[in-house]
């Protein structure tokens, strides 16, 4: 078993997390590029890390994660338990030989979903003030047909302790952060919060096809060890940000 630790505070990290999502918690504020990471092959604590078997276990988490952003999207995840062996191959080996072509020659169609047939938006919250992610699907439409941000989205579920709700010409609602004290980062960028969760989707979802956020608050330590006995469903592959 190998460990891959953080060199500059000797974190370790799991295979089972999106990388970026470990970098925005963990070095968002440092910027230290190169990220300088540590391979262990000894001293593998399993109350913080968990263990992975091989590439047979990275392949069962990578899929069961595929069915169950299918399943909070479209209520079905036939999609992909009626893949074709060579297509499922053809999608995870893409992943470890980082071929974007034929990586998405396949997930176009799981990803391609026409607005009307999706029930809910696959997201997955990370906020380094909690032992744990938050997924709490959300509508990606109002009442009135018209598109949810993703302002209103975490104001709604997840933080609006943090968020201003303010109503600006036009009638369009937007959120906005009270003061500066957090950032909410997708894929290591400052989130523009009237940003419609149905383009988060189909632009800035993971290979998973989650939306990941992290939400930073300034001057919390980020205690990354929970996550990583956790997240078990939340698997991306080792070091693969898409």
Same mark, same amino acid.
């Given at each position: 078993?190998?460990?891959?630790?953080?060199?500059?505070?000797?974190?370790?990290?799991?295979?089972?997390?999106?990388?970026?999502?470990?970098?925005?918690?963990?070095?968002?504020?440092?910027?230290?590029?190169?990220?300088?990471?540590?391979?262990?092959?000894?001293?593998?604590?399993?109350?913080?890390?968990?263990?992975?078997?091989?590439?047979?276990?990275?392949?069962?988490?990578?899929?069961?994660?595929?069915?169950?952003?299918?399943?909070?999207?479209?209520?079905?995840?036939?999609?992909?338990?009626?893949?074709?062996?060579?297509?499922?191959?053809?999608?995870?080996?893409?992943?470890?030989?980082?071929?974007?072509?034929?990586?998405?020659?396949?997930?176009?169609?799981?990803?391609?979903?026409?607005?009307?047939?999706?029930?809910?938006?696959?997201?997955?919250?990370?906020?380094?003030?909690?032992?744990?992610?938050?997924?709490?699907?959300?509508?990606?439409?109002?009442?009135? !047909? /018209?598109?949810?941000? +993703?302002?209103?989205? $975490?104001?709604?579920?997840?933080?609006?302790? &943090? @968020?201003?709700? #303010?109503?600006?010409?036009?009638?369009?609602?937007?959120?906005?952060?009270?003061?500066?004290?957090?950032?909410?980062?997708?894929?290591?960028?400052?989130?523009?919060?009237?940003?419609?969760?149905?383009?988060?989707?189909?632009?800035?979802?993971?290979?998973?096809?989650?939306?990941?956020?992290?939400?930073?608050?300034? !001057? /919390?330590?980020?205690? +990354?060890?929970?996550? $990583?006995?956790?997240?078990?469903?939340?698997? &991306? @592959?080792?070091? #693969?940000?898409?």
């Amino acid at each position: 078993q190998m460990c891959i630790r953080d060199r500059y505070n000797n974190t370790p990290l799991g295979w089972n997390i999106p990388v970026g999502v470990l970098f925005d918690l963990l070095q968002a504020d440092l910027q230290i590029v190169p990220w300088p990471l540590t391979l262990h092959y000894r001293g593998l604590h399993e109350e913080q890390i968990v263990r992975c078997s091989g590439i047979d276990s990275i392949r069962f988490f990578y899929i069961n994660a595929l069915k169950e952003a299918m399943y909070l999207r479209t209520n079905s995840s036939k999609e992909i338990m009626n893949m074709a062996k060579e297509e499922e191959n053809k999608l995870v080996e893409s992943i470890f030989t980082m071929d974007f072509t034929a990586f998405w020659s396949i997930n176009s169609k799981l990803i391609d979903v026409a607005k009307e047939d999706i029930k809910k938006a696959s997201i997955r919250v990370y906020q380094n003030t909690l032992d744990n992610y938050i997924q709490l699907p959300g509508n990606i439409l109002d009442e009135k !047909g /018209k598109n949810i941000t +993703i302002g209103e989205y $975490l104001h709604t579920y997840i933080c609006p302790q &943090l @968020l201003d709700k #303010i109503v600006v010409d036009g009638g369009v609602v937007v959120e906005k952060a009270k003061g500066k004290s957090i950032k909410i980062l997708i894929h290591g960028i400052e989130c523009a919060l009237d940003t419609p969760l149905h383009w988060m989707l189909l632009n800035m979802a993971y290979i998973d096809n989650f939306i990941y956020i992290v939400i930073l608050t300034e !001057g /919390k330590q980020r205690n +990354i060890y929970p996550f $990583l006995t956790y997240s078990l469903s939340s698997l &991306l @592959l080792s070091l #693969i940000h898409i």
